[in-house]
């Protein structure tokens, strides 16, 4: 993978079956769909995808599907992060072995990196076992509590790890997002990861974004950056306000739960998230719907749409 990341990369989800074990045979047509629905990569086992609910074999198969399914119509990139460093490095070589397009990888979470150098350290480590695969570090201090300036980790990771790209920016701190973007005269690829925000993102100059809601809004996303590269801030605002409706609905609820019941929905029926996440009940489901249909969102329309 030689060009920055653009366009809407689908933070994918692990389908599984009701007793939460594997369901790989869905990969094949949740790939074909979100691809037709105009994403442009694919990213794996991240928070949407319940990587540190997963063990490191079934994340590699997971890793192994998806880059199977997309067979090079989108890029992969696999994250990688854990706890334990030894586990990360593992992931990282296998994502190379099975053709990924680039890694990623969060902080290790219960020690957590406070420092800087710290944390370069870490991603140094884990990015040495991808060999030349770009290297996306996964920030999102919120759940990682590695709330460590960007800014400084790109200055000092940019000369200790080769291969490291840029960042996946989930955070609301659009100031440190532009700062990071011009880091070096631009010289990493920055890569926002709040849907609800992308309007905002692209004002200040995002050109690539990861997101949950992208499985089942990518369409209406896509409305969001093409009415925002002609210069139509009114239909930009429009679109982008739905999506806003939609997540505060969605964020009602268990956000990953809520979207998997939307995917069964529509006919991918890509069964539970693991515990902790709970499921739904019989109420929230049909509060969801109800709640759904008040915005307008198209519950049971398929994922590819004129909109």
């Known amino acids: 993978m030689s060009k920055p990341l653009q366009g809407l990369i689908a933070a994918t989800y692990t389908p599984m079956y009701d007793d939460e074990s594997l369901n790989l045979d869905m990969v094949g047509p949740l790939t074909d769909r979100l691809i037709a629905d105009g994403v442009s990569g694919l990213y794996v086992c991240g928070s949407t995808g319940e990587g540190v609910s997963l063990a490191t074999d079934e994340r590699e198969q997971v890793a192994r ?3 199977d399914a997309a067979a090079g119509r989108v890029p992969v990139v696999v994250q990688v992060g854990h706890n334990s460093l030894a586990e990360s490095r593992r992931l990282a070589q296998h994502a190379q072995q099975i053709g990924a397009a680039a890694i990623s990888a969060n902080a290790p979470s219960y020690f957590k990196c406070t420092d800087v150098d710290v944390l370069v350290e870490c991603m140094a480590s884990t990015a040495s076992s991808g060999g030349d ?73 995002a050109r690539g974004a990861v997101g949950s809601t ?20 009114v239909l930009a605002q ?56 008040a915005t307008g969102f198209e519950i049971e329309h398929p994922l590819a749409s004129s909109a």
């Open 133 to 205: 695969l770009p290297f996306y570090y996964y920030h999102i201090p919120a759940l990682t509590g590695a709330a460590v300036d960007m800014v400084e980790f790109l200055r000092r990771g940019g000369d200790r790890i080769p291969t490291l790209r840029g960042i996946k920016f989930t955070d609301t701190r659009f100031d440190i997002f532009q700062r990071c973007r011009a880091e070096q005269s631009g010289r990493f690829d920055i890569l926002w990861g709040s849907d609800e925000m992308l309007l905002s993102a692209l004002a200040v100059g």
């Open 65 to 67: 599907a998806y880059v």
């Open 214 to 233: 992208y499985n089942i809004a990518a369409p209406l996303y896509r409305q969001v950056i093409d009415a925002f590269d002609h210069g139509d801030l």
């Open 238 to 293: 429009s679109a982008q306000l739905k999506a806003v409706e939609m997540v505060h609905v969605l964020l009602s609820l268990p956000l990953h739960p809520s979207i998997k019941q939307i995917l069964a929905w529509r006919g991918f029926d890509v069964g539970p998230c693991r515990l902790p996440q709970p499921r739904l009940t019989t109420e929230q489901i049909e509060w969801l719907r109800r709640e759904l249909d």
